[in-house]
Every structure is written in C-alpha cells, then in structure tokens.
Nanobody, 123 residues
Framework: QVQLVESGGGLVQAGGSLRLSCAAS????????MGWFRQAPGKEREFIVA????????SYADSVKGRFTISVDNTKNTAYLQMNSLKPEDTAVYYC????????????????WGQGTQVTVSS
C-alpha cells in the first residue's frame, strides 16, 4: 500500500508558476511510477504527466507539454511538478498518483491517489 501526500497548491496569476510536491511512503512505494492528474469543476479527472522511477521516461498530455515538468527524487521518495506559464484553464484540483506506465492512452494506470491540492489561476 502506498500513501501519497501532495503540497504546493495555491493561487497564482496567469503567467505565473507553482511547484507541487508529492511525498510517497509505504512498503511498496518505490515499486511504482508516479504521475499527476487534475480535475476541474464539472469535468472528469484527466491525466497530465507521468514519470518512471529512473526519471528517464516521461509522458505529458498535450495541454501541458512545454509548460509543466515532472521530476522525481528517489532519495526523498518525492515527485515534483513544476508548472510554468500557468493559464486560467489550468485551474483544478491536482492529484498525485502512483501506478504503472502502460502502452495505452492515458499512458498511466494508477493504483493509489493522494488527497489532492487546489491550484487556482486568476486572469
């Protein structure tokens, strides 16, 4: 079982930046890749990015490619999501997930979720 705790959300103006963190714990935490999803009001939860444990393989949704960067620090068992050039349409609850990278769409199959952190981008 994996426990995930997100932090770093908040309110930012359009064009600004935020960095989210996701600390993983649990006996099997290191066995899984990590990813981020988001859910805006009235919309389904959507995949945005994933990274394998080596950090050499990443996958981004087109909506965030070139603006968001995922990384992982295995010494801290923590994943990070650096979000730049934020837009109002990035406003959502952001969820960290542990899981497996798969050859489908979306390319990440979650097995566990964090509690979510709110990101609000004002225009």
């Amino acid at each position: 079982q994996v426990q995930l705790v997100e932090s770093g959300g908040g309110l930012v103006q359009a064009g600004g930046s935020l960095r989210l963190s996701c600390a993983a714990s649990g006996r099997t935490a290191r066995n899984y890749a990590m990813g981020w999803f988001r859910q805006a009001p009235g919309k389904e939860r959507e995949f945005i990015v994933a990274i394998n444990r080596s950090g050499f393989s990443t996958s981004y949704a087109d909506s965030v490619k070139g603006r968001f960067t995922i990384s992982v620090d295995n010494t801290k068992n923590t994943a990070y999501l650096q979000m730049n050039s934020l837009k109002p349409e990035d406003t959502a609850v952001y969820y960290c997930a542990s899981g497996n990278i798969v050859p489908f769409r979306p390319p990440f199959s979650p097995v566990g979720w964090g509690q979510g952190t709110q990101v609000t981008v004002s225009s």
